[in-house]
């Protein structure tokens, strides 16, 4: 890697970009990233039948018969409904108590905000895999078992000090001078925070919320250990299913082509924010 | 950016304390609570003291976990954070090129994680898989499921995949930030493009890049779900990290004792 690195010799940025040696680079990088999701793409367009007993690089007799079964089968297609309504929860609550926290740790200093500030990061750093059954017990003891809310409510765990986290690194980026012209006009706490400083920091609270989606969609763990029929997540219900019925491999292609889905139409829509999002507003 | 005193401040950090508490410290106390029992099943617990931690501290189990675990983290960290440092350096810098890099590096982060072990187990198949059957055609003795070799590799191969991006993006993020006038400045001083990358890259990329080695380590210490889909911990316990671990005894052998010890241990 190192000498590679050496041999373009052009500065970037600067009169002409060598085109070419990059353009390979990233040609191969993203082949190695896309042959595998290409790989799951094409068996789930092909028949068990093929999929077993030929090796085709593209499928032979194009069927959408494995999708077909998902999107008309009840029990698969409500994991979808599932996932997305205790992902969108988790985004909705984790920012709602996210926001005033961010402000008051980019604004003002008291009596142990660092040390405050850590220990909302450890639990970022805490495994899922131990509070699992924790979380079991705790959420069956108030009742809380097999509902979106639980998953969502666990899933904070993780997601609000992120948001925390990013949220303040954009809100330190806004001068306090606006905080105080705007208290100097007469208004409220309130009506500042809403009318004037959250559509200032919208691109963060963008990024933010992407990340909360991403990370509450992908965790497989906790929404697994919490629910049991009613919410019962899509990445369950695969796991789950195909051990039951044996090995089904188009359906079971055609269901993780449709939990890629969800998360590449959040990226299209953050593109732009993405690279600043990536460094937590940090840059 | 000076900041006020105000103690009333924390108000507005009260909810956060409030939900973190209810989602975090009360299960984390079962958990600690659990490290001092001892259980036969029915809810019945008995106090064992500091036994279990005695008993994870002698264990060879706890500590070839550990050992594994350390392993992995290394292995990917060292190829993770060239590679993705060498990735954003080539990633276009604008423009349309530089969006479709965006959107498709930033693709295998969203996928759920069982189904990205679940695309690394078909894809490494040899009878159906792309990368097992190319393999086996050429004569590599390829099987993830007996090899301890194929089985590292896969892994570890499904974790650079999974999560190079994550890097190249964070470097790509702090590359973005140096303004052009340090590479104009370079150019003067007729720079190498070693020197403009130690020098000048290098050093403004390390703000991002202590936050990727910080996420790659914490998350590479609690990856469950895909080494479990793609191999079970196996063949034998070779893949067997930690969190793999804990669960097989947690839930596997119900030794909730010795499991919750272990991990007050790890988290600690």
Redesign the interface.
Known sequence: ??D???????????GLPRVN??AV??TL??V??????Y??VN?SLKTNTE??NV?S?WPRNLTFANYAKILTDSSWYMGYVNSLIYVVMNTA?SI???L??A?????????G?KH?FFW?LT?????????????F??YSSVGLFDTHIAVA??H??FN??LA?WILEGFM?GVP?EIDETAYIDGYSFGRFFIRIFTPLIASGIGVAAFFCF?FS?????LSRTLTSVNAKP??AT??RTVSASGLD?GV??AA?VL??V???L???FV??Y???G???G?? | MEKTVNQKAWFLVLPVLLLVAFSAVIPLMTVVNYSVQDTFGNNVFFWAGLEWFTEVLESDRMWAALGRQLVFSGIILAIELPLGIFVALNMPKKGFWASVCLVLMALPLLIPWNVVGTIWQIFGRVDIGLLGHTLDAFGIDYNYTQGFIAAWATVIVMDVWHWTSLVALLAYAGLQSIPDAYYQAAKIDQASRWKVFRYIELPKMQGVLMIAILLRFMDSFMIYTEPFVVTGGGPGNSTTFLSIDLVKMALGQFDLGPAAASRSCTSW
């Open positions: 890697m190192a590679m690195t050496l041999n373009q010799t052009a500065p970037r940025g600067l040696g990059r680079v990233m990088y993203l190695f990233l896309l042959l595998p999701i790989w799951l068996m999929i077993l090796f690089l609550i709602t108590v996210a005033p926290a402000y008051a740790f980019s604004r003002y200093s008291f009596l905000d405050l909302l639990n970022r750093m805490a495994p899922p895999a131990v509070f699992a059954l924790p979380f017990q705790f409510l666990a904070c765990l609000v000090p925390v330190r306090k991403m969609w992908v965790e497989l763990l899509i990445a695969m796991t491999w079971l292609a993780g939990t890629i969800p998360g590449a959040v990226i299209y593109r732009n993405i690279a600043k990536f460094a937590l940090r840059v």
